[in-house]
């Protein structure tokens, strides 16, 4: 059962690849009740979705924009009132915000650029190994599946002073009172977490590599390297910044692993973490929206970056450009 | 090096292999581990335990605190998957085969939700809920969840969907079915196995949030068990609550380890099909 659905997983692609305009619009003359009737299921069969989701991500970042114009503190409701930008000049001329930022932008390069590594080892030995091709498949998706807060509390314990296996590795100290250990522990847990990911979606980019290609290249006298960086980069382009990208917005939110690691003690909060401090610590609701809101112009902008300097190769593009 | 099936090459790839199982294993069976000591020898600091017990399985699953958590978790998981890919299912089906304008705009509106900072919704979701009473509730978590699943499940499906051979369709209506009917009778059946891969990422998705778990519940009414873990104190206030959060992390690990081992094939060819061939 499952191995049916790998092949035609696998014949799909094909099928993609090689004759991408086989759907072309105009599939026989049109007549425009069926047209019409096929309109309107289309947007009957979108609508719930579509609804939900705007419903649920929308309206609240309108709301939110709102809230984060008035003072409103759950603590004091009476002292609710429009206080125009104020809050803004508040969170931007903060030292704890921008403390928060700088880490946030830590954790993101980093682990992004140790990932795009070590996830593009990953996924040549997934998708080249000899042996055991089930077995190291199957063993990276634990990591991909597993609950993040587990993973966390595993990590906090492996470097937590006489409990751990870790915790003696580097000094008699305790690595997670102390910023940079931290920090650094921090980032090798995303990393664990999140490079099977990031290989999974290289291993797309991969298996659209021509073996004839490669044998070609081979033939005339290229080494693996010149093959790796000739043949199969290029190819693998677009799927690497597809990688790039999710995986740079998803370092962007880390939360959950700070929760557990470090509770954002000695300055290693992020701006998630700051914001979610602000609203259910705080009760401050101005300021957590505040939080909220630049957090989602800061994504808005990674995002259009993004797209801007690769162009088509954006998934939004060259997803249209197949159909 | 794509044919030589030397010993060299194979000893090399098994030796990777090696590393990288070991490298994704470890913190898996630490925790494990750790689950299984006796309190005396929980902070030996040892990779196996030297006294193995059952003990803290049975001190979590005699406090409520974790069984509702439970209850919670799964519940809340179940739901959401159920209407993310019942709702994907449809729109995928549209994007896949149909033709109307705003197919586009919605295909785009969801890559726009699948990059969208959760953070960002957690202050306005907290005073709309309390608003509106959805607030610590399971509705209140399902909601967020559906949404931020349903990219997943329209990616994932309309990739699957665009591989089943819709000739079977156009025979079905020319024998008089209409498309209702020929996408219940003849599509749907045809698609179950993309259906249910779908599930599967869905699940895990939902399953692993703690985000909103954290910020839109208050008791246990709705608290999950990521959410739970995180407020554990022990029997006591003097008891250690380590063997307790570990048997605990054990047991919601379980259900991921399961489909991992079972369904290997399908969440790979999911992922990998969904993510860059959308």
């Known amino acids: ?323 | 090096m794509a044919t030589e099936t030397t010993t060299r090459a194979r000893l090399r790839w098994g030796l990777l292999d090696a590393v990288v199982v070991v490298f994704a294993l470890i913190p898996v069976l630490w925790i494990a581990s750790l689950s299984f000591k006796t309190p005396a020898t929980l902070t030996d600091g040892k990779f196996i335990p030297r006294e193995w017990t059952l003990e803290n399985y049975r001190t979590i699953f005699a406090t409520d605190q974790f069984v509702r958590a439970l209850v919670n978790s799964i519940g809340i998981a179940l739901i959401a998957t159920l209407i993310a890919v019942v709702l994907g299912a449809m729109a995928a089906y549209a994007i896949a085969r149909l033709d109307f304008p705003g197919k586009k705009l919605l295909v785009g509106v969801s890559l726009l939700i699948a990059m969208f900072p959760q953070v960002s919704l957690v202050s306005p979701l907290f005073e709309i809920e309390r608003q509106v009473g959805l607030f610590d509730t399971w509705p209140g978590l399902i909601l967020p969840h559906i949404t931020f699943a349903l990219p997943l499940a329209i990616y994932t499906l309309s990739a699957f969907f665009k591989q089943i051979p819709w000739d079977l369709e156009k025979a079905a209506k020319m024998d008089g079915a209409t498309q209702g009917q020929a996408f219940r009778r003849v599509i749907a059946p045809l698609a179950a196995p993309g259906l249910f891969t779908t599930a599967i990422l869905v699940f895990i998705f939902c399953w692993n949030d703690f985000l909103f778990a954290i910020t839109l519940t208050s008791t246990e009414r709705a608290r999950t068990v990521p959410v739970a873990l995180s407020f554990f104190t022990g029997a006591s206030q003097f008891e250690d609550p380590t063997g307790a959060i570990c048997a605990a992390a054990v047991v919601i690990t379980v259900p991921i380890i399961l489909f991992v081992l079972f369904f290997q094939r399908r969440i790979v060819s999911g992922l990998t099909s969904g993510a860059v061939k959308g």
């Open chain 1, 1 to 323: 059962m499952s191995e049916r659905s790998e092949q035609t997983a696998v014949r799909g692609d094909g099928r993609h690849a090689a004759v991408p305009t086989q759907r072309s619009r105009p599939r026989r003359a049109p007549l425009s009740e069926n047209k019409k009737s096929e309109r309107r299921l289309g947007w009957l069969l979108c609508a719930p979705a579509a609804l939900v989701m705007l419903a649920v991500t929308a309206y609240p970042i309108i709301y939110s924009v709102w809230l984060s114009l008035q003072r409103f503190d759950l603590r004091f409701p009476d002292e609710r009132a429009f206080v125009g930008l104020e809050n803004y000049v508040t969170v931007l001329s903060n030292e704890f915000w921008w403390t928060a930022f700088g880490v946030t932008a830590l954790i993101t390069v980093v682990t992004v650029a140790v990932e795009l590594a070590l996830g593009m080892g990953l996924a040549l030995i997934m998708h080249r190994t000899l042996v055991g091709r089930g077995i190291v498949r199957t063993a990276a998706l634990i990591p991909y599946g597993i609950v993040t807060v587990v993973a966390a509390f595993s990590w906090r314990y492996a470097w937590t002073p006489g409990t751990g296996y870790l915790a003696n590795l580097f000094s008699d100290g305790a690595p997670l009172t102390e910023r940079a250990s931290s920090l650094a522990i921090i980032m090798l847990a995303e990393i664990w977490k999140t490079t099977p990911f990031m290989a999974l979606l290289l291993m797309a980019g991969l298996a659209l590599v021509p073996e004839d290609l490669l044998k070609a290249a081979s033939t005339d006298g290229a080494t693996s390297w010149q093959r790796f960086t000739k043949v199969m980069l290029p190819v693998m382009k677009p799927a690497i910044l597809v990688a790039l990208l999710f995986r740079t917005l998803d370092a962007f939110r880390v939360f959950d692993n700070i929760f557990v690691l470090t509770a954002g003690g000695n300055e290693t909060s992020s701006v998630s973490m700051l914001a979610y401090n602000n609203l259910i610590r705080g009760l401050n609701l101005g300021i957590g929206s505040t939080m909220s809101v630049l957090i989602f112009i800061a994504v808005a902008i990674i995002a259009f970056v993004f797209v801007k300097l690769f162009g088509t190769a954006a998934p939004g593009s060259s997803d249209d450009e197949r159909r």
